[in-house]
């Protein structure tokens, strides 16, 4: 994340003025305050989460950001900051087209269907032009209302458009944008207007509490499931060492006889270990299947690697101490 405090407007209760919007006398002050804010020295980040739409049936989430979302939490895929500053800068009109084909980046889930260039349809007949994807097991959180994480593999970002002559519009995007800055002084003159102009009963809350909060989460469920994956790392090990140990006990006297036929150790040690290596890289692939091409399944694989390298050693060692004769003497 960049620098700087990221900032919510916190509404303390609904406007007197609900009914209302429709109103020509609030739009004049909304427009003021809409223009301070676009002169403020802050990078704004909306995130509004409160949007769904069905596509094939399968709810989707509809997530509207802006070119500072992307840089400030490191959102990543198969598109470049050209594209996404050319296409995702807030647009501010006078009354919304509402048949417009809307660019969006789309989840990694979405992958599997469609490519870039193709137009999805939502069950409603609303349309979005598909210019990237966003890289597997991307997440966000909610400022002030939630500490978990929500996943962006199912759902569309799409750029921001605030419709001057729609108070609730207006109004919307201020409720659901973040504030980035190095100083919440920054934020006292919008704050000012707002008071003067009679419109919202809120005020800036630092989303720094909650971030930590998040961030607290994720590092416990490491520590928990990490700890969790070693005991049963362990376990496995041990496991697949005492079967290689019994292996070789019960074939012992065939181990010998085939020394004394002229079999080699080299010959006996890829007999032996094939059979585990066939479970270990089977259990790989299964991670594979179910995890695809995560860190998740990077760190089963170079955990199965560590664990064969080192029955590898300890098979091709314990063989080569064993002598024809002690094997054969093993059946006495």
């Known amino acids: 994340m960049g620098k700087g405090d990221i900032y919510v407007l916190w509404n303390n209760n609904e406007p007197e003025w609900e009914q209302e919007l429709e109103k020509d006398k609030y739009n004049r002050k909304f427009r003021e305050l809409i223009n301070k804010v676009r002169t403020a020295n802050v990078d704004i980040l909306v995130l509004n989460n ?3 739409t069905s596509i094939k049936e399968k709810s989707t989430n509809l997530l509207y950001v802006t070119p500072d979302f992307f840089d400030r939490y490191g959102i990543t895929g198969d598109f470049s900051d050209r594209e996404i500053h050319e296409l995702f800068c ?3 009109v006078e009354n919304i087209e509402t048949e417009k084909i809307l660019p969006a980046i789309a989840g990694a889930d979405f992958r599997h269907e469609y490519k870039k ?32 994480l929500e996943s962006m593999d199912h759902a569309l970002l799409m750029p921001v458009t605030v419709d001057l002559s729609d108070n609730a519009s207006i109004m919307e995007y201020l409720r659901y944008s973040q504030f980035a800055v190095k100083d919440r002084s920054e934020l006292l003159g919008i704050e000012d207007m707002n008071r003067k102009l009679h419109l919202m009963d809120s005020y800036f809350v630092s989303y720094r509490s909650q971030l930590q909060i998040v961030q607290n989460d994720i590092l416990e469920s490491i520590i928990l499931f990490g700890g969790f994956g070693s005991i049963l790392l362990i376990f496995s090990m041990l496991g697949i060492s005492g079967m290689i140990i019994q292996l070789i006990h019960d074939y012992q006297y065939e181990y010998g006889v085939n020394l004394l036929c002229g079999a080699e150790i080299k010959d006996i040690f890829i007999r032996l270990v094939f059979q585990v290596s066939l479970l270990i890289v089977a259990g790989v692939c299964m991670v594979f299947l179910m995890a695809g091409n995560s860190p998740a399944f990077w760190s089963v694989f170079l955990m199965a690697v560590v664990c064969l390298l080192l029955l590898y050693f300890y098979s091709w060692k314990k063989l080569n101490r064993e002598t024809v004769i002690i094997s054969l003497r093993s059946m006495e």
């Open 117 to 148: 260039g193709d137009v999805i349809q939502g069950d409603s007949g609303e349309q979005y032009r598909i210019v990237g994807f966003l890289k597997k097991g991307s997440y966000y959180a909610v400022p002030t209302q939630s500490r978990n």
């Open 50 to 52: 409160e949007y769904e």
């Open 90 to 92: 807030t647009l501010f």
